[in-house]
T-cell receptor, first 114, second 117 residues
């Protein structure tokens, strides 16, 4: 079955530091890949996505590239801000269609210090 | 963009009572909605898939008699936690897929935090 593995957390960085959050997946076929962010006390929001190999998703300074050869979708940001403190979830959707389900990684908490 | 809204955002109830959580898609029609449960510092666990006009599909290990799901219209799904107990305390999140857009993307509600005393 499908699975998503995220690096262990939590992660604490100083403001303006470089961020990398690792995500690898196992899936059959050609999944779509997502990063969701959950700010304290809120629901999940889509951060970025990629639907095919070598696609790069980007939003709010965050980027992730769909690497089929390494089955990875690592999240990066060149300079984090305090406002980026949140929980980040990597997820995949194994097929298209209204009933397709998302498989989530465990999530990782990012704390950014001023 | 698509908006999914939940109500209430938090609720406290006594043990043995039932609690209903609503999930609405505000600007699109959703034939399918998903209910997740999130434990502290853990990932989201899919509980069930709510299907408009038909029975919900529950994931393995989820008690369908404990977590009643009704999807009576194309914009509303409800989750009722029956005879709630303290171990049911959790953060419940619903989501729906906007059929007008890319079908792999889910939009999530704000979540509902249930505390059972």
């Amino acid at each position: 079955g499908n699975s998503v593995t995220q690096m262990e957390g939590p992660v604490t960085l100083s403001e303006e530091a470089f961020l990398t959050i690792n995500c690898t997946y196992t899936a059959t076929g050609y999944p779509s890949l997502f990063w969701y962010v959950q700010y304290p006390g809120e629901g999940l929001q889509l951060l970025l996505k990629a639907t095919k190999a070598d696609d790069k998703g980007s939003n709010k300074g965050f980027e992730a590239t769909y690497r089929k050869e390494t089955t990875s979708f690592h999240l990066e940001k060149g300079s984090v801000q305090v406002s980026d403190s949140a929980v980040y979830f990597c997820a995949l959707s194994g097929d298209t269609g209204a009933n397709s389900k998302l498989t989530f990684g465990k999530g990782i908490t990012l704390s950014v210090r001023p | 963009g698509a908006v999914v809204s939940q109500h209430p955002s938090w609720v406290i109830c006594k043990s043995g009572t039932s609690v209903k959580i609503e999930c609405r898609s505000l600007d699109f029609q959703a034939t399918t909605m998903f209910w997740y449960r999130q434990f502290p510092k853990q990932s989201l666990m899919l509980m069930a898939t709510s299907n408009e006009g038909s029975k919900a599909t529950y994931e393995q290990g989820v008690e369908k008699d404990k977590f009643l799901i009704n999807h009576a219209s194309l914009t509303l799904s409800t989750l009722t936690v029956t005879s709630a107990h303290p171990e049911d305390s959790s953060f419940y999140i619903c989501s729906a897929r906007d059929p007008r857009g890319f079908t792999g993307e889910l939009f999530f509600g704000e979540g509902s935090r249930l505390t059972v005393l």
